[in-house]
């Protein structure tokens, strides 16, 4: 088992900045591919950025804007988001791939999810 748990999230304006962690179990941490994700009210699920085998991933709303990166020896995955915009209000998770996967995107290739963190935007 694999227990994710995120913070950071919270309240901040349009153009501000925020930076989520997420925190995993687990001794092999460093050979998860972990994924952000992000939800708001009424709509599906969709990626945000991955990390994981030497590269990193984003969706192309969030390219130049959201950073991801990892600490290892922290066991702990970030999100920094810069220049917020209310589209990007919604509720963040991290989720964990436990196995080689081709495609970061899809929600059903992560094994384990934490239980989220609310961003709010404010314009």
């Known amino acids: 088992q694999v227990q994710l748990v995120e913070s950071g999230g919270g309240l901040v304006q349009a153009g501000g900045s925020l930076r989520l962690s997420c925190s995993a179990s687990?001794?092999?941490?460093?050979?998860?591919?972990m994924g952000w994700f992000r939800q708001a009210p009424g709509k599906e699920r969709e990626f945000v950025a991955g990390?994981?085998?030497?590269?990193?991933y984003y969706a192309d709303v969030v390219k130049g804007r959201f950073t991801i990166s990892r600490d290892n020896a922290k066991n702990t995955v970030y999100l920094n988001l810069n220049s917020l915009k209310p589209d990007d209000a919604a509720d963040y998770y991290c989720?964990?791939?436990?196995?080689?996967?081709?495609?970061?995107?899809?929600?059903?290739?992560?094994?384990?999810w934490g239980q989220g963190t609310q961003v709010a935007v404010s314009s």
């Open positions: 989720a964990a791939a436990t196995k080689i996967i081709n495609t970061p995107s899809l929600v059903r290739n992560y094994d384990y």
């Open positions: 990390i994981g085998w030497g590269s990193t």
């Open positions: 687990g001794r092999v941490f460093s050979s998860y591919f």
